[in-house]
């Protein structure tokens, strides 16, 4: 053979087995990706599921709260699984309609060995075939009486309470047997309320009145009594039916807050405040008994029917210990609550 067949043979050759080498060389860097790509991946993520009703204490306005606590009501995580289960079968709320509306109790409790001052949730259930009522009681300002207004008036009404699996479904097509007290006063426009309009939020109380029983102040024979002395103004409480008037008179003048020359004006004073009291009282009572005379026998007998349940947040390592702290007392129009729970 020729020597120049020969180094081309020897050209072809080298050639070839740096085309195998690299051919190698690849495959081993396809086995790499595939041995890395082959590595397992972590384990995936579990979030517990969210429970049906698991919302429905934050959803009920937590009525009178002050607006700037309410952030320290929400600091723990609170747990309403007792109003929860009373919605399933065999519970106390269970197939009937209901009313909730919220409030907070400020309470010296335990957590973590701490004791301190702090706002429990508390959720109050009403059984009732229509709401209890659309008023809402609010203290004025100054605290001196109390009125009787719409809820509307404070942007506060009774809506339907969706439960998490329905909330994809058409609200119009549901038929709700859960009503919450609803505020829609928005946080983020509360500085543009005047200052008398804000503390009114703070001074309202769920309204509700009960044909059937007397209120307080039908019972009451006492008088709030505020005289525009001539040095102060007096204040003072009168009980017609406990008060002998010309002794409480010249005690008062005995302490020096009531002058000698002003005695037979307060006197008068508060005859005047006894006979407006005393007329009030009796506009009342006449008007609940117009009231009964005039309402159907299906309403009555909703009305006797009615009951109350008071939600306390049950204990978890989460959540400061309120058994201890557990009260019917509702409020002075609701009264006590048949069952606290």
Request: proline letters at 6%; glycine letters at 2%; aromatic letters at 12%.
């Amino acid at each position: 053979m020729r020597k120049g067949a020969k180094r081309k043979a020897s050209q072809a050759k080298e050639a070839e087995t740096a085309q195998e080498k690299q051919q190698e060389s690849k495959k081993a860097t396809s086995r790499a990706k595939r041995v890395k790509a082959s590595v397992p991946e972590s384990e995936p993520e579990y979030f517990e599921d969210k429970r049906n009703l698991e919302d429905l204490w934050k959803a009920a306005f937590p009525v009178g709260t002050e607006w700037d606590q309410l952030d320290a009501v929400y600091q723990f995580k609170w747990n309403f699984s007792n109003l929860e289960d009373a919605f399933e079968e065999g519970g106390k709320l269970h197939g009937k309609k209901v009313y909730l509306f919220g409030c907070t109790e400020p309470q010296l409790v335990s957590f973590k060995g701490e004791s301190k001052i702090i706002c429990i949730p508390v959720v109050v259930a009403v059984v009732s075939p229509f709401p209890p009522s659309d008023k809402i009681g609010v203290n004025s300002v100054q605290r001196e009486a109390e009125e009787i207004i719409p809820m509307k008036q404070m942007k506060m009404d009774w809506v339907p309470y969706i439960p998490l699996e329905n909330r994809g479904s058409q609200v119009e097509s549901l038929r709700s047997q859960i009503f919450i007290l609803s505020c829609t006063q928005r946080r983020a426009a509360l500085k543009h309320l005047k200052i008398d309009r804000l503390k009114k939020y703070e001074y309202c109380l769920p309204y509700f009145y009960q044909p059937f029983k007397e209120d307080e102040l039908e019972q009451s024979t006492e008088v709030q009594i505020i005289f525009p002395s001539d040095t102060k103004p007096i204040f003072c409480e009168f009980d017609w039916e406990l008060d002998e008037l010309e002794e409480f008179t010249d005690k008062l003048i005995q302490e020096e807050e009531l002058a000698e020359d002003q005695k037979d004006a307060f006197k008068e004073f508060v005859k005047e405040k006894v006979r407006e009291a005393k007329r009030a009282n009796r506009e009342a009572r006449e008007a609940r008994k117009k009231a009964l005379e005039e309402m159907s026998e299906e309403t009555k007998a909703a009305f006797e029917n009615m009951r109350f349940y008071k939600f306390y947040p049950v204990q978890t390592p989460d959540s400061p210990d309120v058994s201890n702290v557990k009260a019917p007392f509702i409020n002075r129009y609701y009264g006590k609550a048949h069952e606290v729970l």
